[in-house]
């Protein structure tokens, strides 16, 4: 099961990388397990993999192409997630759809398994 990635959040990523100050191929995204009630997403930019990462080759010619690294700790609970960007007037940022979530942390970043 991999992730999918909306052409919203491959802009916005691509948006990122294309205006970095160093150099970047993709995305990083770690699971933290200190999360305020759960698990908490962490957001880096990457320039190369590392050993055991999963790696999503993410978007189409028209909104670009992008690169997630999920490291190999991280992969089992972020799996099969669907990763969304919204700019809207009451929230703008990423959205993670992850089905092997329980529940959402009021702080909209933690989830539960």
Known sequence: ?????????VSAIRRVIDTAEEPATGLRI?????GCKGLEY???LESE????DT????????????????????????????IDFVDGPDSKGFVFDNPNARSLCACGKTVCL
């Open 1 to 9: 099961m991999m992730v999918a990635v909306s052409d919203n959040a």
């Open 55 to 82: 790696i999503c080759d993410c978007g189409s010619d028209s909104c670009g192409r992008v690169r997630i690294f999920i490291d190999s700790e991280s992969w089992p609970m972020f799996a099969g997630t669907r």
């Open 30 to 34: 770690m699971v933290n397990l200190e």
């Open 49 to 52: 993999e590392m050993e055991g």
């Open 42 to 44: 962490l957001l880096g």
